[in-house]
């Protein structure tokens, strides 16, 4: 049986994703920048939720890819400047370009990333299975929430090895030698005098792990204190208190718990946006919070009719975005299309139900409207035949566009303005336009 080349896990990034505890991690020599030992664990919070579960799984593939949306990276991690992507793309080069070496091995394995690239907003990564050791453990974990005011590269590495310390246990107590300390936290050549190592790097992980501030609450799940242990005048080791703190609610809503609660015609309103607009998640989540269902509807028909009616000067993507962001609406357009929704008269039978929805007359007929109006005219199975033979003649199965089709059904996709755009998109793009209109 031949090896597959890559196994692909897709999952949605969130705070309270688990991250595992890797011995190779902090016991590495590995020194990174803070945003890349972010990415790290958000990538190892993506493989811990993954179908990595079985070790015996992995030897069958040579890469393991997985993405993250990089605008919910820079909101679950606070980073709201313009130049965040940027960051983020010399991180992921820092990554691509750091070699990670087994323990009792001299060279290195593989970098920490075999391959990166970004697609429509996500970050792609790619790791060779035998660099799988840094990012994926067994046994103790903690969520990303822990860590996310994290500002101290050290922070990361002795946040680790005191909750492998700490184990099930509520507190424990320990005593280090200067030098044990520094090998921990892979500075062995650095500061030889304890009151320089004290106020650069002990001070700052104090901050890290058990500070709070008026704005920002930390979330931080342990709680440290240090004391300096002497004999004498003089000191003989640095002593540490880590104390399990109780459990803290996250203070924001889960972005599936939200749509879930909305009306079939709230999550049409929701599902236009997330596809349609430069929007993300969390942003559509704050609308919700903020205005309601109802003002969600109506920025959605607002959008919807500007579009419709060609009124719309900038793309739809960018227009939406402004759309949901500002909030626009015009209450007495949907009071007029409220009304005129009820003026309707619908029809008598079923069967004049399931069928396609007549289109206005319009002076000219678009390209993609061309499109759309031969798919919906041909018979449900032809539709469904069609969709098929697109999925299985899509020349890269590893593409953000096929993911996207192939994770809906049909019925999904031709019945939502956004995802059916899309689907129209795909079908030109890829040139299965021919197929359409020579086989159907």
């Known amino acids: 049986m031949p090896k597959e080349k890559l196994l692909i896990i897709n999952k949605e990034l969130k705070k309270t994703n688990p991250v595992y505890i890797t011995v190779d991690r902090y016991v590495s020599k590995i020194r990174l920048s803070v945003l890349a030992e972010k990415l790290i664990r958000a990538i190892a919070s993506n493989i811990a939720e993954g179908n990595c579960t079985n070790l015996e799984d992995i030897s069958l593939y040579t890469n393991i890819e997985t993405s993250i949306n990089t605008k919910t990276f820079c909101e679950i991690f606070n980073y709201k400047n313009d130049n965040c992507f940027t960051k983020l793309a010399d991180a992921r080069e820092e990554l691509q370009y750091t070699g990670f070496t087994l323990p009792g091995k001299c060279r290195p394995t593989d970098s920490l990333i075999a391959k990166s690239y970004v697609e429509n907003g996500n970050m792609y990564f790619q790791i060779s299975s035998l660099v799988l050791p840094y990012y994926m453990g067994k046994g103790i974990d903690y969520e990303l929430i822990n860590i996310l005011n994290f500002k101290n590269v050290n922070t990361f590495r002795f946040y680790e090895f005191l909750l492998n310390k700490l184990q099930d246990k509520e507190r424990i107590e320990f005593i280090l030698t200067f030098e044990e300390t520094k090998t921990i936290l892979n500075l062995t050549n650095k500061y030889p005098k304890y009151i320089d190592f004290k106020s650069r790097v ?37 002593k540490f208190t880590v104390t399990r703190k109780n459990p803290k609610v996250v203070p924001v809503i889960s972005l599936n718990i939200i749509k879930e609660k ?19 998640l969390f942003e559509i989540d704050s609308c919700v919070r903020e205005y309601g269902e109802e003002r969600l509807i109506q920025v959605y028909e607002y959008v919807k009719y500007q579009y419709d009616n060609k009124k719309i000067k ?8 402004n759309a949901l962001r500002k909030g626009w609406c015009d209450p007495e357009l949907i009071n007029r299309l409220t009304k005129k929704k009820s003026q309707t008269h619908q029809p008598d039978n079923q069967e004049m139900l399931d069928a396609p929805k007549e289109q206005e007359p319009k002076l000219q007929e678009t390209f993609n409207e061309k499109i759309y109006n031969k798919i919906v005219s041909m018979t ?60 159907f």
């Open 380 to 439: 449900p199975k032809q539709q469904q035949a069609l969709f098929e033979k697109t999925l299985q003649n899509y020349p890269d199965k590893n593409a953000f566009s096929y993911k996207l089709l192939s994770s809906k059904t049909y019925e999904e996709i031709i019945n939502h303005p956004g995802l059916s755009n899309f689907y129209i998109k795909t079908l030109k793009e890829q040139k299965f336009v021919d197929i359409l209109m020579d086989q």
């Open 262 to 280: 909305l009306t079939e015609q709230g999550k049409q309103a929701y599902n236009f946006f997330q596809f349609t607009s430069n929007n993300g």
């Open 314 to 321: 900038t793309s739809l993507k960018a227009y939406a975005s």
């Open 202 to 238: 002990l001070k700052a992980i104090l901050q890290d792990i058990n500070g709070e501030n008026f704005n920002k609450e930390n979330f931080c799940n342990i709680r440290l204190a240090i004391e300096t242990v002497k004999n004498g005048r003089k000191m003989s080791g640095i």
